[in-house]
Every structure is written in C-alpha cells, then in structure tokens.
C-alpha cells in the first residue's frame, strides 16, 4: 500500500509540500531561520543549531532503524569520496560562515522576512548549483570521485549490527548535548 | 493553541520534531529530508527557460533534471511554514542587515548583498559537490549512519566554523 503511495506523482508533491509546511514552521520556531542564531553556532556561542541538529538525528536515527527492522522504510544512504564529500564539505562551510544560513534555513529566512536572503543569498545558490552544473563534467573526471567510499554505512563499514553502532552513538550524541547544558552553553 | 504563538520552542523539541518528521518522510515519500536538489533544479529550470535544449542535456541535469519534484516542494513548503510561523509569534521582520552582521561589518545592504551573493554560491558549489546540504547530509544521512554524510557533515561545520571565527575575530 505504501509503494502504490510512493508512485503516486500528484499525491507525492503535495505531501512534500506539507511535510515542509511543518519542517519550516519547526525551524522558525527553533529560531534557526535567523542569521543571528545560526552564526551564534559557528562562532561557538550560541549551541541552539547543534542542539535541534542532535536531536533531529537520534529521534530520526532511533526511529527510522525501527521501522526499516519492521520492513516498512529502505535507508537511502549518499554516495560519497574524500573528493566529494570533504571537499564539497569545506567549500559549503565557507559559504555557511560568510552568508550565515544553509539551503533550508535560507527558505524559511525568506519566509520570516529576510531580503538579503531573498536577493543575495538565493540567487547566489542558485548561480552556485548552476556553475556545479556547467563544470560537472570535468569535476566528476578529475576530482569527484577521489577517494571513493560509495553508499557505505558504518554498521557495514564495522561489520556488526546496526544497534551496536546507534546505542553508543545516541549515549554520546546525548552526554554531548548534556555537557553542553551543563557548561550554560 | 498559545504555544503555536511562542516566539521560540525548545531546541530540543524542535529537533525531536524534525527527526518525527524525518520518519514521516521515509514513510510517506521513500525520501529523505534534503533541499540542495530543489535549488539545482530551479537553477536548471531558470536556465532552461533562456537556453532550451541545451540545458537538459547537460550530463547534470540528465541525474538531476530540472523539474519541480517532491523536494521543490519541500522547499517551497519550508518557506510557508516559516512564514506562517513567524505570523503566528509576529516575528515577520523586513530586514536587510542582520543584527549581529551590522555590528561588526557596518550597515551597508549593498556590503551584505554582495556577501549574501558570494556566500550564496559558495554554499551551491558546495552542497551539489558534496552531494547534499546540512539537512539531507547534516540530518538525515547522519542519522542513516552514511559514512559520506558524517564526513560532509563535519566539513560543513569545520568550514563556517573556521569562516565564521576569522571574519568576526580575525578580520
């Protein structure tokens, strides 16, 4: 029933739609649709973009394993190379320190009012994606897939059950977020 | 209903919000939650519209063709649910200098906007050369336990954090 779900094209973007409804009324509320909170973090003051961050993932992270184990989702992990994913990585953090949002944020910053957002920072991304676009083809010959690693989680990677890898991470993803609570951050 | 007029939740409940969330989207979509490609797309879908044919055959737009997709909508939901958010707490603010920007490079918008631009294109390159962005590697390749999403993740933050520190305390 599901998978009949998944094909249905009109139905499909209309729960995109409203799934993002929530994930942007969600990100305005947690205050990271803000320039602000968001540098607060990079400039390690301000720990709220690291604490919904953590969150999301060990909610996510428990919940999504449970219902693969209940064979109701597939994971659908990315592709990834020291080529691509490290330098790519690095190169995003660079524009992350200097516009001070990331994709999702930059939507919902929009959304709240934010014009340099909505005329810089926009047509940066997409100006951005569209020069990815033009050089793809020599970036994927010579660099993109350095180091290649493929779609390797780390329950493969460690050869052992996925649970032997989420306890101990949910245990010290939490001990993070408590150590920061603690420490007043 | 007065907590959906709060200016601000618990980051802790939001979080625990968007990993529900995240579920949702496995369960309703076979997706995870990601927003790089939707911006890839509407680059593509605007290029499209001056150059024709010549776009869509473009090798990357042949993996990732420019059409409005379940995550272009994802995308444009976001900015309605922020919208509506910050109409419920009255936050909607018209600004073109954030706060913590003007007290340290000056109020100039054009400054900002040249910033916001150069800021912009770097997070494009970046994201679609490492495959996704703070949320479909940040949130959820992570918690899928992707090698390259943990990778990705951390370069993302080592990077701004380390832009971050020499623009504000360096510069």
Redesign the interface.
């Given at each position: 029933m599901?998978k009949t779900?998944?094909q249905s094209k009109g139905i499909?973007?209309?729960?995109?739609?409203?799934?993002?409804?929530?994930?942007?009324?969600?990100?305005?509320?947690?205050?990271?649709?803000?320039?602000?909170i968001i540098?607060?973090q990079?400039?390690?003051t301000d720990f709220?973009v690291l604490?919904?961050?953590?969150?999301?993932?060990?909610?996510?992270?428990i919940?999504?394993h449970l219902?693969r184990m209940a064979g109701?989702?597939?994971?659908?992990?990315?592709?990834?190379?020291i080529g691509?994913?490290?330098?790519?990585?690095?190169?995003?953090?660079?524009?992350?320190?200097?516009?001070?949002?990331?994709?999702?944020t930059?939507?919902?910053?929009?959304?709240?009012?934010?014009?340099?957002?909505l005329?810089?920072?926009?047509?940066?991304?997409?100006?951005?994606?569209?020069?990815?676009?033009?050089f793809?083809?020599v970036?994927?010959k010579k660099i993109?897939n350095v180091g290649y690693?493929g779609?390797?989680?780390?329950?493969q990677?460690l050869k052992v059950n996925?649970w032997w890898?989420?306890v101990p991470?949910v245990i010290g993803i939490s001990a993070l977020?408590f150590a920061i609570e603690m420490s007043g951050f | 209903m007065e907590w959906l007029c709060m200016k601000q939740w618990s980051p802790y409940v939001v979080g625990i919000g968007i990993g529900v969330l995240s579920w949702f989207a496995f369960l309703l979509s076979d997706k995870p939650i990601g927003v790089s490609t939707a911006f890839s797309r509407t680059s593509g879908m605007i290029e499209k519209l001056f150059r024709g044919k010549i776009t869509t055959e473009k090798a990357y737009y042949k993996t990732f063709p420019p059409t409005i997709d379940w995550e272009w909508m994802l995308m444009v939901g976001i900015l309605a649910g922020a919208f509506l958010s910050a109409e419920f707490s009255d936050s909607f603010r018209i600004a073109w200098v954030p706060m913590k920007w003007g007290s340290t490079f000056g109020d100039s918008p054009a400054l900002r906007w040249i910033g916001s631009l150069a800021g912009g294109i770097m997070i494009g390159m970046g994201a679609r050369w490492a495959g996704g962005c703070t949320s479909g590697h940040g949130i959820s390749g992570t918690l899928q336990l992707a090698a390259s999403s943990w990778l990705a993740a951390a370069a993302f933050f080592a990077g701004g954090i380390i832009t971050a520190i020499f623009l504000f305390q360096v510069l």
């Open positions: 599901l779900l998944h499909q973007l209309a729960i995109g739609f409203f799934l993002g409804v929530i994930f942007g009324f969600l990100l305005q509320k947690g205050g990271v649709t803000q320039y602000d540098v607060g990079l400039l390690l709220t604490k919904i961050m953590l969150s999301a993932v060990v909610t996510g992270m919940g999504i219902l109701m989702v597939a994971l659908h992990p990315k592709p990834g190379s691509s994913s490290l330098v790519g990585g690095l190169i995003f953090g660079v524009g992350f320190g200097i516009l001070g949002y990331c994709p999702g930059m939507a919902g910053a929009v959304g709240e009012g934010s014009l340099d957002v005329f810089g920072g926009i047509p940066g991304v997409l100006i951005g994606t569209g020069l990815f676009a033009k793809y083809p970036l994927e993109l690693f779609e390797v989680t780390f329950p990677l996925q890898v989420i991470t977020l | -």
